[in-house]
């Protein structure tokens, strides 16, 4: 007995974690990210007057975010975001099944995978600065098309366009989507491949009932990763969109220019509950699928 | 034994043949000039270790790998040397099941008729039957993930007999289970083969499991079929001294030819003079490597002039070393031939340090060295 109390004042938790260090980090968490958060909120429902913060409730800033016509850039937010992701889905998943399952060669996946981290080395205005020569009007693919008679004037909506915006972001979101859904697909078992065929499946089908089902938890990953932060993102559309395609973020931008704190505040806001909702309409879906697959 | 005698006889006709096949990835061998010919109704097993080319021989029937030459690959009559394992009418039940995680149990049993278009109501009346001939009645809404292990194993029996394959490919599908699941499975198996009457080709490295549930065995080493022929032929007269190891011969012993009378073999061991009976493919001629090979069961305690005839092969032996294995006493004994592993079955035996070892020259029998 005398030993048992010697062993409850050595209590370690049965992660192996101390509830120090757990703390400690909910405590810096707290103060870096959960608090200028709340700085945030709290903005948003203050106003100003002369440029000074006036410390009562209001409404006001929601109120000028709606008759400020910022519902249009929401929506083409949302709508160049949803584009994007569903490019990026249409062209990550046939890669990722192929990266997975198709090669079984290492040095192509190595290859494959460092190619696909190595534009992350570089800074996305570095990267997407270079679709402006690409699509201008004396680019390579106005010269090429008039070259083979296709046109006679070059293509004015190649650039700074919400054409221009949707190609530049492909790039950059190809990595995040690739990334989860390779993971998920190189954990299907190879020997269920095998039986789907060996039962009388075509690939199609396979596909449909066996590969897509199991890689929904690298799907909705892709999702987050893409979709979300493309919302919050403003390099692309600002460098491309050469201020045709106004974006929720650089709408916050504009807003904070001009010393509109609450209004910017009330934007942010907006935009976060966007993405929290998306991401929790998700995770509810997902999970529901995934507890039925679960192991 | 019984079991296999009680069967109903594989009917004559060729199910499958297989001629001439040869695979290589790469630069490597993996199957060397192949050919079989398995007959509808027929219990084939492929016994070997790992890496003998078995599982491979297995891929290539199920049309999962695509052999790198064939001369004749038919089944049923029909050429399948290119025919995918989506389009042949074989069905596979793979080592670890293969079972698809994000199906119910009777959704994974219906897999191949919803791949063929079955309408749902027929499916599912399909599926519950197969449930039940498998024992697993009731189960059909369940998730795979609450099953054991033997229930699995069911599933993906149920999965691929629900197609009625002219051959059921089994790849060794007792592997993952414990000792008394697998015994259980074996008897399974061979009422559900009895039932059917289907074609099954079993893969395994298990002599045991090969013996008790087969018609007939392919004993595989090197991507090379090594010996053919009944349990009863592969166990007592292994043509060549892999066989003889592989099915457990313990005491093999190099030696040399001194006389052929007929197919009884006079050989000496280190001068040690005994008989044996040929098993190798072509006939021998003195001088060949070859080596003589029985098993310790066979080996008895002979009693004064000794109960087994005077044609026996029979030693003066010393104990060296004994060890009691309850049912039975496993001995090692130094005679002119070198050590000789005995298995003694008799309870109130006792040994002496000195005594006289025989055996049959029928239970005795002379092996090519390959």
Known sequence: ?295 | MTETSERPAPASEDILAIDHLHHRYGNVTALKDVSLKVRRGEFLTLLGSSGSGKSTLLRMIAGLEMPTSVDVFTLEGRPMAQVPANHRNVSTVFQHYGLFPHLSVGQNVEYGLHVRKIPVPERRRQAEEMLRLVKLDGMYDRPIHALSGGQRQRVALARSLVLKPAILLLDEPLGALDEKLRLEMQIELLSLHRTLGMTFIYVTHSQEEALTMSHRILLMSNGEIVQEGRPEDLFDRPSNRFAAEFMGMENIFTAEITAIDGGVISVTVNGAHLRGLWTGKTQPRIGDPIAVAFRSEKVKLARDKGALGGDANRFEATLKSRVYKGKYLDVVAASALGDVRLRLWDDHVVLSDQFKIEWRPTNTVVIPID
């Open chain 1, 1 to 295: 007995m005398a030993t048992a109390s010697g062993t409850f004042t050595r209590f370690i938790s049965p992660s192996g974690v101390s509830p120090l260090g757990v703390s400690a980090v909910l405590g810096a968490w707290m103060l870096i990210v959960i608090l200028p958060l709340l700085g945030l909120v709290l903005w948003s429902f203050l106003k100003l007057e002369n440029f000074q913060l006036v410390w009562e409730p209001t409404l006001q800033a929601y109120r000028d975010l709606l008759s400020s016509g910022r519902w249009e850039v929401t929506v083409r937010t949302l709508r160049i975001a949803a584009i994007v992701t569903l490019i990026e889905l249409a062209l990550a998943v046939p890669f990722a099944v192929w990266l997975a399952k198709g090669t079984r060669s290492v040095p192509v996946k190595v290859i494959t995978l460092a190619a696909l981290t190595i534009p992350f080395f570089l800074s996305l205005s570095a990267r997407t600065i270079v679709w402006r020569a690409v699509l201008g009007l004396n680019g390579p693919i106005n010269s090429a098309l008039m070259s083979l008679g296709l046109i006679d004037q070059p293509l004015d909506w190649l650039l700074f366009s919400e054409f221009a915006v949707i190609v530049g972001l492909i790039g950059p979101y190809f990595p995040p989507m690739v990334f989860p859904l390779y993971l998920a697909v190189t954990l299907i078992g190879d020997e269920l491949l095998a039986a789907s065929k060996d039962l009388g499946a075509s690939p199609a089908f396979t596909f449909r009932h066996v590969i897509l089902p199991l890689a929904l938890p690298g799907l909705g990953a892709g999702f987050i990763f893409t979709f979300i932060p493309m919302i919050g993102d403003p390099v692309v559309p600002e460098l491309l969109g050469g201020g045709q395609v106004v974006v929720l973020a650089s709408s916050v931008k504009s807003l904070l220019q001009v010393l509109n704190y609450t209004v910017a505040a009330a934007l942010s806001v907006f935009m976060l509950a966007i993405m929290v909702g998306l991401a929790a309409i998700l995770t509810l879906v997902l999970r529901g699928r995934v507890r039925r697959q679960s192991t």
